[in-house]
């Protein structure tokens, strides 16, 4: 074995990062990846991870839709396709998106594997290093990590419980640019929210509009979580009243299901081209496979039927965790109340430091996501994010429990001055 051989084996990591390309330096495992090894524990009530609950999806239905597409249509369904994505199911979006107001031309959909790839693709386009990202404050984990490799500068902006704050929008804009820095997009979920659950309502939604038009800063409208509103639809997509400057990141990750993988990006058609191509060159094309099952799941099952009851199971989930969480949790924490999607944001007393509490939660056997996992200059340590879609009611309030314990010692030591004293 030749010594470099045996080093790249023995990974000496001091080695390696001399031979990486300077953006391979930015790519860091998120803080919710190191968490999984733990929280996946069994006798850990995980309300950590953001993962859709299969249960609600007939399995039985499933075999069935992936046994006759390969019986009828295998030759393609395993076959390399288009770059873009394949023709019908590009239509059949169209449909979807129509849910939310939208009118699209299926020309200008990119299939992409997952919305994150397509995360990925726009920072690929637009970000050159030191480049401006703006993003709500807090932000979804992925998105942060992505534009952290293209070595963009993430600028948050406040969130309320009604989303993004114009105001807060239209100052970071001047300030950013009083530095002479290039903002590149806005990126947000006005959808209940990752992590924070909370929803855009429709006048921000056209005062953002407005102010990033005039701005011309593109907006990019991710809405993986759109359909899963527990008692009312969410209001109409962004891209439902500008066709000219979003790009809407759509996905069926949590609508039917992650593993297969399917997301697409809807683009001014000026963009289309640039997004094809840079799809090509990291995917060739998205898997044909996974497009027609979901395709012919689209055309031949109950979709909207299923997404309610994917709702329905959500919703009792949440109602778990908000209703535990009164019961539980100390006076000085206050949480948000989300009307659909997977996540609560906790806020707790400023001197709480969440990812420091973390060890001493995992003793109690429950995790969560310390809130600095979701700002990319370090604060959130007051805050964490709490899933409510995976575990069942039951395990939601005994986690909630343990956690509400735990916070409360943390309080009562911080006011003893234990802390001072050791
Ligand atoms: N955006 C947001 C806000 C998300 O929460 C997620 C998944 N957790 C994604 C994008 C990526 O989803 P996928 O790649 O599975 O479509």
């Not at 393609?76 to 059949?92: D, F, T, W």
């Not at 699209?104 to 480049?131: E, H, Y």
């Amino acid at each position: 074995m030749s010594e470099l051989t045996s080093r790249f084996q023995t990974g000496d990591p001091q080695h390696l990062e001399r031979r990486f390309a300077a953006r391979a330096v930015g790519m860091q495992p998120s803080e919710i990846r190191s968490l999984f090894a733990v929280a996946s524990r069994p006798e850990i009530v995980s309300l950590a991870g953001g993962m859709p609950n299969l249960s609600a999806l007939p399995m039985g239905m499933m075999a069935d839709v992936v046994h006759n597409l390969i019986s009828i249509n295998g030759a393609e369904a395993l076959q390399y396709g288009s770059g873009q994505g394949h023709p019908k199911l590009r239509e059949q979006i169209c449909d979807v998106m129509a849910l939310e107001g939208i009118r699209a031309n299926a020309d200008d959909i990119v299939v992409t594997t997952g919305s994150q790839q397509a995360l990925d693709l726009i920072s690929r386009i637009f970000i050159d290093p030191g480049d401006v990202v703006l993003v709500e404050a807090p932000s979804y984990v992925g998105a942060l990590g992505t534009f952290h490799q293209y070595e963009a500068s993430v600028v948050h902006v406040e969130l309320d419980a009604n989303g993004m704050v114009p105001e807060a929008l239209r100052q970071a804009i001047k300030s950013v640019r009083a530095e002479g820095r290039k903002i590149k997009f806005l990126y947000l979920i006005p959808n209940y929210q990752n992590p924070s659950g909370v929803l855009l309502p429709a006048d921000r939604r056209t005062e953002i509009l407005e102010i990033c038009r005039k701005e011309e800063i593109f907006v990019v409208e991710d809405n993986p979580y759109g359909l899963l509103g527990f008692d009312r639809p969410s209001p109409d997509a962004m891209r439902a009243e500008d066709s000219e400057n979003v790009i809407y990141l759509g996905s069926f990750s949590k609508t039917i299901s992650p593993g297969l993988r399917v997301g697409w990006a809807l683009v001014p058609p000026s963009l289309k081209e640039k997004l094809v191509i840079a799809s090509e060159s990291s995917i060739l094309c998205p898997s044909n496979f996974t497009q027609l099952t979901i395709s012919n799941y689209l055309a031949d099952q109950p979709w909207r039927d299923q997404i309610a009851s994917f709702c329905n199971l959500y919703k009792v989930r949440r109602d778990a965790m908000l209703e535990s969480l009164t019961e539980h949790f100390p006076a000085s924490a206050t949480w948000t109340k989300p009307g659909g999607g997977f996540y609560v944001w906790v806020t707790l007393p400023p001197e709480i430091d969440t990812k420091a509490m973390m060890p001493k939660a995992i003793v109690a056997k429950v995790a969560y996501v310390p809130g600095t996992a979701f700002y990319a200059d370090g604060l959130g340590s007051w805050a964490m994010r709490l899933s409510y879609c995976y575990p069942t009611p039951e395990r939601i309030r005994e986690g909630v429990k343990a956690l509400g314990g735990v916070i409360k010692q943390e309080i009562e030591r911080r006011h003893s001055g234990y802390e001072l004293k050791n």
